[in-house]
RNA sequence: GAUCACGUAGCUCAAAAGGAUAGAGCAACUGCCUUCUAAGCAGUAGGUUACAGGUUCGAAUCCUGUCGUGAUCACCA
């Protein structure tokens, strides 16, 4: 048995060979669905390729066809239904397809070769005033997910968070504080620290909005009305800016509590960051690169000192880089934090993973690097993905419409817990419960493509039934436990695979988990998991299928055991490492 | 107003990146536990892929327009 007996590789050599070709087009497979077996297990389409050769497309299907056939004589049959050419696998090829998988451990293959890339991924990147939501979490499994599946690829990865720990929004829940305080503190109120300065800045929020209604002002969301709060707040980041001790003594208490919060919630999540940034480090960066840029005549400057760039030629406006007080905006920050990662770690990538609403930023920005001149600018790619919504609408941290992390997860918790069987002991029960709860919201969040919006109604909560992380969970346990009993019964026996023939529902099941690394691959061309999560439920599917249908284990035929067995640990393999990329772990019994 | 996304079964999502008869789950109804874990399996029902044109052998997918939903267009971050 060897690697030239795959007949994706046979028919690309069968081109080569019949028609001379220097470079081989692209191949258009199509693995053909359960419902189709009339149209065999692979397909070629030949329309794109009849019009590189000019032959019929009865004759290049034949011509290919007859040429595989005679390749792997006793392994597949072919068959033409107009531009389709079907290939059928006999027995003999799903031999071949499941001892490579047993022998090769095949999924990982592709780390071992090719070529290795440092990549930053920079994600989550909260505002430390507040806990993180259901928004954070979606982006910090997307992010912790594709870091896994880049790695897998052999690719160095560099997981980022760059906290925004300084600013106005900042000031605010410090000004809260101070003046409700009285001194207290998460420990004193036994709060998570997150949850406590978060609730200083809605008290912030709740005491401006008032001050606003006394003020009778129109209110109108271009223009920040100053109240006497808010006047405050201003007075602080002041005081801040010039260092004043006190003043950043409470800012670097009240940023401690928030950080040990979040930190609880990550790793509740599973997500861990290879370094962490703040902004207050390095937001004074991209002040001096603007400055320089002006010098050179990339940028313009206004009457009152303010610089712009003007980017008419781009479809957009004037954009403002350095207020007329000198002091920096949000994307004059990202100019230099930018340059510096650049600086520090010469990377081959730097992905962003941040909402959608940020796309105008990140187009300008790119562009901007691009005018002062960066050679490294196409290395920059922004990972833009949907936001979560409630159904009352977006998740505003305003007005406390948000679902938080931490409440999300204990919800997830009771209720795994709630339905878990009670043979299990007390410490089991537990620690499943947190493994099947979180699965459950990893897999809900995870499932859906990137670019869709996810609406959240935290009255229904999220499924354990059907295509949900549970399922997937189920199955696998079931896999281990039936494993775990053929070991109790047998022993692996040596035995010829010569006369081995397979039913229907094992030739679904051992071309299904042959399709994995396709399903890596392109998850990671992609950068999207939820095609690995999606594509792992159908694995479970089928196998429960075969599982309903036949009997896996049986005591008095243990080839057929043994050969059962050998797709059976394969399957168990691939869900877990399919489920391990998007951060989700797996029970031997539930 | 301009720009960018998205619109698929009652609901939540798929559809191998242009391929053959658009698939799952939930909810509803009908069956299957003395038999390897019923958080499971099988079946019934549910569709003019928002609408109208176009491109080609072939469109849910690409192009144009219309409608709907959302986001963005700050000396906010």
Redo the contacts with the bound molecule.
């Keep these: 048995m060897n690697d030239d007996q795959s007949i994706e590789k046979v028919i690309k050599k069968s081109i080569y060979i019949l028609y001379k070709l220097d470079i081989c087009p692209e191949l258009?497979f199509?693995?053909?669905?359960k419902?189709?077996h009339?149209?065999?297990d692979l397909?070629l389409?030949l329309?794109?390729l009849s019009k590189k050769i000019k032959k019929s497309l009865q004759d290049i299907g034949y011509d290919i066809g007859s040429y595989v056939q005679n390749k792997l004589k006793g392994l597949v049959i072919f068959s033409i239904?107009?531009?389709?050419l079907?290939f059928i696998f006999e027995d003999n090829y799903y031999i071949f397809l499941i001892r490579k998988m047993l022998i090769t451990n095949f999924f990982h293959d592709e780390s071992k070769k090719k070529y290795y890339q440092k990549i930053i991924i920079e994600f989550s990147s909260p505002?430390a005033n507040k806990p993180l939501h259901l928004g954070h979490m979606r982006n910090s499994l997307i992010g912790n997910s594709l870091s896994k599946i880049l790695n897998l690829f052999g690719h160095k990865i560099i997981k980022i968070q760059i906290i925004?720990d300084r600013?106005?929004?900042i000031c605010k829940s410090m000004i809260a504080w101070l003046k409700f305080g009285n001194g207290k503190t998460p420990d004193s109120e036994k709060e998570k620290g997150d949850h406590f300065v978060g609730r200083y800045y809605n008290l912030f929020d709740k005491i401006y909005h008032k001050e606003i209604i006394e003020k009778k002002t129109k209110h109108n969301?271009?223009i920040?009305i100053i109240t006497p709060i808010l006047n405050q707040a201003k007075i602080l980041l002041k005081k801040w800016e010039e260092g004043d001790y006190k003043t950043r003594n409470v800012w670097k208490t009240m940023n401690r509590w928030v950080y040990n919060g979040f930190n609880e919630t990550y790793k509740k999540l599973g997500i861990f960051f290879d370094k962490v940034e703040y902004?207050s480090d390095v937001y004074q960066i991209g002040k001096k690169i603007v400055i320089e840029g002006l010098k050179k005549g990339i940028f313009f400057q206004?009457k009152?000192g303010?610089i712009y760039i003007d980017l008419v030629n781009e479809g957009f406006?004037e954009k403002?880089l350095l207020?007329?007080?000198e002091t920096s905006?949000?994307i004059t920050q990202d100019i230099g934090t930018a340059v510096e990662r650049f600086k520090k770690y010469n990377m081959d990538k730097l992905i962003y993973i941040v909402g959608?609403?940020?796309?105008?930023?990140f187009k300008v920005l790119f562009i901007i690097l691009k005018r002062l001149g960066y050679p490294w600018v196409n290395k920059l790619s922004h990972l833009s993905y949907?936001m979560v919504y409630l159904p009352s609408g977006?998740m505003r941290s305003r007005g406390g419409k948000v679902v938080n992390a931490d409440d999300i997860i204990s919800k997830m918790f009771s209720i795994?817990i709630e339905?878990?069987?009670n043979k299990y002991s007390k410490e089991e029960k537990k620690k499943s419960s947190e493994i099947?709860g979180l699965g459950a919201l990893k897999y809900f969040l995870l499932?859906?493509?990137p670019?869709?919006?996810?609406?959240f109604s935290p009255e229904k909560s999220i499924?354990?039934?059907?295509?949900t992380g549970?399922?997937i969970q189920?199955t696998y346990?079931?896999i281990?436990?039936?494993e775990k009993?053929f070991f109790e019964l047998f022993l692996l026996v040596n035995y010829s695979w010569s006369n081995v023939k397979f039913d229907i529902y094992e030739k679904n099941m051992i071309k299904i988990l042959y399709q994995y690394p396709?399903v890596l691959k392109?998850s990671a061309n992609?950068l999207?998991p939820?095609?690995i999560a999606?594509y792992i439920y159908e694995t479970a599917?089928t196998f429960?299928?075969l599982?309903?249908k036949?009997?896996?284990?049986d005591p008095i035929n243990i080839v057929s055991s043994n050969i059962s067995m050998n797709i059976i640990h394969v399957t168990g393999n691939i869900l877990k490492s399919g489920m391990n990329l998007l951060g989700i772990e797996m029970l031997d019994?539930?």
Excluded at 81 to 84: N, P, Y
Excluded at 463 to 467: E, I, L, Q, T, V
């Design positions: 258009n199509q693995y053909t669905k419902k189709h009339s149209r065999g397909t389409v329309f794109s239904v107009g531009g389709f079907n505002n925004n600013g106005i929004h969301d271009k920040q902004e206004k009152d303010s406006d403002i207020r007329s007080d905006v949000y959608r609403e940020q796309d105008y930023h949907e977006i795994a339905n878990f069987p099947i499932k859906i493509d670019k869709k919006k996810i609406v499924d354990f039934k059907g295509n549970t399922y189920y346990s079931r281990r436990s039936l009993k396709l392109k992609h999207n939820s095609l999606n599917k429960n299928h599982y309903q036949k009997k896996l284990i019994r539930m």
